[in-house]
């Protein structure tokens, strides 16, 4: 059974940081691409970064490169997203999304039900 777990999520003023986990269990790690997506209310989902577990390769959306980072425990099976100098419009539901045995990662973000398992979600709210 897959289990992708999210936790990190909270509530920091805008300039902060939080630093978002995502264990992964049901399915083998190493060979997948990982990826993390924002939803605020109203708004259309978007993907954030993404990860080629095999690789390390690491793709980020334009309004967060330079401030986030996406990193993982291939010992733990876990995929991290370090979020630094966070803004307002930060402000989303985070979900940790998975597609083993990928080939790549590459265009990942842009096709988010190319995803087969996804978590509960983790919330991350900035104030100003």
């Known amino acids: 059974q897959v289990q992708l777990v999210e936790s990190g999520g909270g509530s920091v003023q805008a300039g902060g940081s939080l630093r978002l986990s995502c264990a992964a269990s049901?399915?083998?790690?190493?060979?997948?691409?990982m990826a993390w997506f924002r939803q605020a209310p109203g708004k259309e989902r978007e993907g954030v970064s993404s990860i080629y577990t095999s690789s390390g390769r690491a793709r980020y959306t334009d309004s967060v490169s330079g401030r986030f980072t996406i990193s993982q425990d291939s010992a733990k099976n876990t995929a991290y997203l370090e979020m630094n100098r966070l803004k307002p419009e930060d402000s989303a539901m985070y979900y940790c999304?998975?597609?083993?045995?990928?080939?790549?990662?590459?265009?990942?973000?842009?096709?988010?039900?190319?995803?087969?398992?996804w978590g509960q979600g983790t919330q991350v709210t900035v104030s100003s």
């Open positions: 999304a998975a597609i083993p045995g990928a080939a790549s990662c590459l265009t990942a973000l842009s096709r988010p039900r190319t995803f087969r398992f």
């Open positions: 049901g399915f083998t790690y190493i060979g997948s691409c």
